[in-house]
Nanobody
Framework: QVQLVESGGKLVQAGGSLRLSCAAS????????MGWFRQAPGKEREFVAA????????YYADSVKGRFTISRDNAKISVYLQMNSLKPEDTAVYYC????????????????WGQGTQVTVSS
């Protein structure tokens, strides 16, 4: 069992930066691949980024590639999403998720979810 708690979301101006954190519980965290997803108002939840359990492989949605960076610290049982050059279209609730096995882009393949943290980017 893994419990996830996101933090770091807030209101930021376009062009700014923000770092989201996801704190996990559970001794097997280091064996889980982690992902970040987001859901904008009126839209379906979508993939943002994922990282393998070793941290050696990362994956990004085209819309955030080059602007966002996912990372993890297994010693701190946490995963992070560094978001730079933020745009109003990045406004969404951001969720972290965990799955046993390799990193995936499909949310249905993730077993555990956090409650989300709101990111609002003003123009």
């Amino acid at each position: 069992q893994v419990q996830l708690v996101e933090s770091g979301g807030k209101l930021v101006q376009a062009g700014g930066s923000l770092r989201l954190s996801c704190a996990a519980s559970g001794r097997t965290f280091s064996t889980y691949a982690m992902g970040w997803f987001r859901q904008a108002p009126g839209k379906e939840r979508e993939f943002v980024a994922a990282i393998s359990w070793t941290g050696g492989s990362t994956y990004y949605a085209d819309s955030v590639k080059g602007r966002f960076t996912i990372s993890r610290d297994n010693a701190k049982i946490s995963v992070y999403l560094q978001m730079n050059s933020l745009k109003p279209e990045d406004t969404a609730v951001y969720y972290c998720a965990a799955r046993s096995g390799s990193a995936r882009r499909l949310q249905v393949e993730y077993d555990y979810w956090g409650q989300g943290t709101q990111v609002t980017v003003s123009s």
